[in-house]
């Protein structure tokens, strides 16, 4: 099946600072992406829509200066947390639908563990 | 918004018996709704899904039914063995903005 490769799979990094999670499609083109946060035994909550050539939908309680999305090609999204804290260590998950199929089945990427000290 | 409920959150089965799922949407233009198992520290992974064209859709262990006048779907899986211990999720595809919302999980506990 379709392949999406998510990187880093884990970082640690001190409050205040910012990282940046990759999101790639391998083998197919994806016009939009999907962000989802996952907490501990809980369900995947839809963070944002990254769109190819344009600005992201961010869904309502998200605050988009401070989770920023880019998706500068039909391969790559990228979350970008900025001045991370505490509260944003969590389980980030991206997932991606091949536009060129029209299907609608999404494949997640393995997942980006962040923990912010 | 759109939502997607799910039930049971918790679910224990003897092996060999069968298991239920059942979700329900708010969206009546939604007309796709994926099946994700999801096992510990790993990614979800698509087990089933079903159009609104369908009623019902089988694979080997697995079925998913949907009934579009009630607005929900249900996953049965028969003959559980314990690798199907895992958290399921539901989902349904929004008929306006193509997004995926998802279904708060079951956790199946297969006993031996």
């Known amino acids: 099946g379709a392949v999406v490769s998510q990187h880093p799979s884990w970082v640690i990094c001190k409050s205040g600072t910012s990282v940046k999670i990759e999101c790639r499609s391998l083998?197919?083109?994806?016009?939009?992406m999907f962000w989802y946060r996952q907490f501990p035994k809980q369900s995947l909550m839809l963070m944002a829509t990254s769109n190819e050539g344009s600005k992201a939908t961010y869904e309502q309680g998200v605050e988009k200066d401070k989770f920023l999305i880019n998706h500068a090609s039909l391969t790559l999204s990228t979350l970008t947390v900025t001045s991370a804290h505490p509260e944003d260590s969590s389980f980030y998950i991206c997932?991606?639908?091949?536009?060129?199929?029209?299907?609608?089945?999404?494949?997640f990427g393995a997942g980006t563990r962040l923990s912010v000290l | 918004g759109e939502n997607v409920e799910q039930h049971p959150s918790t679910l224990s089965v003897q092996e060999g018996d069968s298991a239920v799922i059942k979700c329900t949407y708010s969206d009546s233009a939604s007309n796709y709704f994926p099946w994700y198992k999801q096992e510990l520290g790993k990614r979800p992974q698509l087990i089933i899904d079903?159009?609104?064209?369908?009623g019902e859709k089988k694979d080997q262990r697995i079925a998913v039914t949907l009934n579009k006048t009630a607005k929900h779907f249900s996953l049965h899986i028969t003959e559980t063995q314990p690798e199907d211990s895992a958290v399921y999720f539901c989902a349904a595809l929004t008929g306006r903005d193509d997004k995926i919302i998802f279904g708060k999980g079951t956790r199946l506990h297969i006993l031996p």
């Open positions: 083998d197919f083109q994806a016009t939009t």
């Open positions: 997932s991606a639908a091949n536009t060129g199929t029209l299907l609608n089945i999404q494949y």
């Open positions: 079903i159009r609104s064209n369908v």
